[in-house]
């Protein structure tokens, strides 16, 4: 059990979010940034699973089949594409549902934060764009939400972090969908 390596693993990611949501021109929306993390259901299973290089929800996942605290945080956290799906009629089944462009800048920032988070002194721009390739045959997500997402992790890859923060301001100010 590791709650107090866990409080400043999840703060310090937080606060790197907040940093990105700012640059990326929804500061407000930042700020409200996984605040559930701090809730018992998935603040003392991540302090029980901490690692320190990757998600607690990986080892939690491993041990139990599931992840308690990953259920609950992807109900309440709009940032994340598991939060859009629902139920199609027509299909009937789940289906993925494209995501609103602000969720999509905040989980582009949640992304990059994570990433170097737990890449530290060996992150690279290309990084949050390599975890986005590793998994994206498996990733259940609207493809116009992916689409833009990875355009926007390719550009940080090729053109660093002023330049797409610039860009996703700019098209956050003009547009509101993508």
């Not at 809730?39 to 990986?58: C, D, H, I, L, T």
């Not at 799906?85 to 999509?104: E, N, Q």
Request: charge should be positive; include cysteine.
């Amino acid at each position: 059990m590791h709650p107090f390596k866990h409080f400043k693993t999840i703060t310090k990611h937080r606060h790197k979010v907040i940093g990105h949501c700012r640059r990326a021109g929804i500061f407000w929306q930042g700020l409200r940034h996984d605040l559930s993390k701090y809730a018992p259901v998935e603040f003392f299973k991540g302090a029980k699973y901490y690692q320190g290089m990757q998600s607690p929800n990986v080892q939690e996942r491993a041990e139990n089949g599931y992840s308690a605290a990953w259920l609950h945080h992807k109900g309440r956290n709009r940032h994340h594409f598991e939060y859009w799906t629902d139920y199609h009629p027509t299909a009937r089944k789940i289906v993925p549902v494209k995501m609103p462009l602000r969720y999509v800048i905040e989980m582009f920032c949640d992304r990059v934060a994570a990433s170097k988070i737990y890449q530290g002194d060996a992150y690279k721009d290309s990084d949050p764009l390599d975890y986005f390739e590793h998994g994206k045959t498996m990733r259940m997500i609207h493809p116009q939400t992916s689409d833009f997402l990875e355009r926007l992790l390719t550009m940080l890859a090729e053109k660093g972090e002023d330049e797409t923060f610039a860009y996703i301001r700019s098209y956050v100010r003009e547009n509101d969908t993508y």
